[in-house]
């Protein structure tokens, strides 16, 4: 019986120090590897650019400050998209005021360049692009046409 453990015992290292060892070649090819592949990202990462400009329509279901900087002046308008969930969007002190809670508008955006590749913004919903684009401003808005409400609220050109 302790033969038998024994045999087992040593079976079992040579079987994980053969598993652990890897040859100087292998691990070369993999950091060469590892390599070209993030060159390769760099160089299209640093070509890629988006723009993103148009106007979206949304409720407006309250007008709140932005807590961070002023807690008193009405800046930021809880949003929703034609039956989706609320968000926030930074519409700015002079909009913020002229916001009306139960109200739908149609907000134009400042066109804004992105390093980020056109399907990956398309693929994206409205609260994710919001967030997504670094210099989203607000740059006018209106009250919505009857045409212009459900699911053609979205007119966003990403190109």
Known sequence: MKKCILVFLSLSMLM??????KSDGEIKQTESM???ELELEDTQSSDIKTTVSGSFTVGVRDVIPDYCYDDTTPSVAVVTEFQS???TVYVGEE??????PGEVYVF?????VVDEP???LQGLNLSSLVWEL??????DFRLAEDDELGLGSLCLTIE
């Open 16 to 21: 994980v120090t053969n598993a652990c060892s």
């Open 34 to 36: 590892i390599s070209s």
């Open 85 to 87: 969930y609320p968000f």
């Open 95 to 100: 909009i913020g005021k002229q916001l009306e």
């Open 108 to 112: 134009t955006i400042k066109p804004v």
């Open 118 to 120: 056109k399907e990956y």
């Open 134 to 139: 670094p210099d989203f401003e607000i740059i």
